[in-house]
Structures are given as C-alpha cells and as structure tokens.
C-alpha cells in the first residue's frame, strides 16, 4: 500500500517548506504538485511554478518521492520539460515522477492561445509524449512534428530513473497509456469503455511490453479511492503496482470534511482518510485557510 499526496504552490517557501517536509516525516510515499500558470482552484491565489518548487523540495527531502500533476505542451516544449525533468531526476536522487497531460484551458487562455479541439489538444499531448519517449530513449533526435520539432537534439547524461506516466480518462488515451506510458494517471471511473482490467489487457496486448505498468496514479475523489481499495486483491493483481496520488477537491470546507474522515471505508481508505487528517494538522487549526491538500489511497503491490 503506498499513499500520495498533493500540496499547492500558492505559498511562499518559509511556509511550505515545513510542509513537504512533514509529508516525509508522517510517511507518505509520494508528493506531488501542479504544474500551471494559475490553478482553477484557486485562482486569485498566488501561484508559482511548479518545475523550481519540486527542486527545492528535493534539496530539503531525501526519501520521499516528487511528483507533477500534469506537465502538458500548454507552456513548455518537450525538449525544455526533458532537461527540466533531468535536472529534477539530478537533484532528487531519481526521485521523480514526471506526471504527463493534455492540459487545461485556463493556461491556454492566459497565454491566448488559438482554441483547440479536445481531438486536437490529444493530437498534441501524444505528439509531445512521443516525442519525450524519443529523448529519453536516443540522442542527437531530429523530429518534424506538427506542433513541436528538435534538430540534432541532444539528451546526455539521459533520464533513466524517471517514469512518464501518462494522464487520460477518453478509451483513445488509456490505449495511448498503456501503448508508451510507465504508468497511467486518471481521475477515476469516466474512462469510457475501459475499466482497470482492460488498461492491463490493453497493457498486455502492446507487442513486446508484457508486463502491467509500473503503476497506476489515481487523481480522484475519496469515492472512488474506497471502492479501488476494496478490490486491490493481492491475488488478483500477480505483480501489479497500483499507487494512488491524493487530488484535493477545490472547496476548501471539502477539503476539511475529507480530512475528519466521514464516511470513509475501513483497511486501506481508512487508513488514508488517517493520514488525511494527520496532514490537516499543517493548517494551523484554520481549514478556511489551509491551502494544502488531502490524501487518498492505493491499491498496491510489492517493490
């Protein structure tokens, strides 16, 4: 059973700082953040950027695992993101896990961008993450894409220790996930005809990828944890690694009733709803203000 959790950037280092470290400290397995311009949840807040946030907390952590939900094209070509991420990869001991996705219209506005389709933004996400595949795996890369192209483009000293795992709910990008990805990010159950067993098959049926992906981050309300939770039978997984990274509702009196643990479930969602409350003792006794997040649980397996 691994635990994640989410924590903002809307507060200056002095006051996060402490934070991050404290998820280390209560044990959780993995931290992550957002990576935008401006979040929807809070977007009178201040914000920044989630690329320098995540090096700092590495240079103030040593066991905890470091996480961006999601990087997308949105602002950053996919050579920038690779030296980004091997520098993040550098500085936390390997300690990364470069969350991917399409990204979301507010950034795009922001930066007046021309509308998009929803086939269009996929188009782009796949052509970005094709392209980060390419990076990781050769050098001296040349690629002519539609959205973003590299001439000679080289990758020394490579990104071996870091996972992409991909973002997607649509039927046409949990194929694309388990077609390329290391892992798969998802906000729950809206995933079309795909349930969790068809991701593995589709996993299983990519030719010379045998093996489930090396896990399955959930970005999703406490519902749907609970109900992953009940049916991560060990049994049933044979050898599958499934995580589950904490999402944090935007309400903040959500947030707080998450924390106090109504409702929950008992074994692994309790056990997260636990934790949950734990983390709520970073607010300093003032939910209205606490602008960290929530944790949920996995269903996981061994390593």
Request: with cysteine; aromatic share 6%; glycine share 10%.
């Amino acid at each position: 059973m691994r635990i994640g959790i989410t924590l903002l950037t809307d507060l200056p280092w002095r006051e996060a700082a402490p934070r991050w470290r404290a998820a280390e400290e209560m044990g959780f397995d993995h931290a992550w953040t957002y990576d935008h311009l401006v979040w929807g949840g809070l977007p009178d807040a201040p914000w920044r950027a989630a690329v320098p946030v995540l090096g700092a907390v590495a240079a103030t952590t040593s066991r905890i695992r470091l996480g961006t939900l999601v990087a997308s094209p949105n602002f950053r070509h996919p050579y920038q993101l690779f030296r980004e991420a091997q520098a993040l990869e550098d500085v936390s001991d390997g300690r990364l896990l470069l969350g991917l996705g399409t990204g979301g219209d507010l950034d795009s506005r922001l930066l007046a961008q021309p509308e998009m389709s929803v086939r269009e933004r996929v188009d782009r996400f796949q052509e970005d993450v094709d392209l980060l595949v390419r990076l990781r795996s050769e050098d001296h890369v040349d690629a002519d894409g539609r959205w973003f192209s590299v001439r000679d483009a080289r990758t020394l000293p490579g990104l071996d220790r870091t996972p992409l795992l991909v973002a997607g709910n649509g039927p046409r990008s949990v194929r694309y996930a388990a077609r390329v990805a290391d892992g798969w990010v998802t906000t729950g159950p809206s995933t079309g005809t795909l349930s969790i067993d068809q991701l593995r098959q589709a996993w299983r049926s990519r030719r010379g990828r045998s093996a489930p992906p090396a896990g399955l981050f959930f970005d999703h309300p406490r519902r749907t944890v609970r109900n992953s939770a009940r049916t991560a039978d060990p049994r049933q997984r044979r050898g599958d690694r499934e995580y589950v990274a904490a999402h944090p509702p935007h309400a903040a009196r959500r947030r707080c009733d998450e924390g106090r643990g109504r409702g929950a479930g008992g074994g692994a969602a309790a056990d997260a709803v636990t934790r949950s409350a734990g983390v709520r003792a970073l607010s300093r006794g003032r939910c209205a203000t606490w602008r960290g997040s929530s944790a949920t649980a996995a269903a996981a397996g061994p390593g």
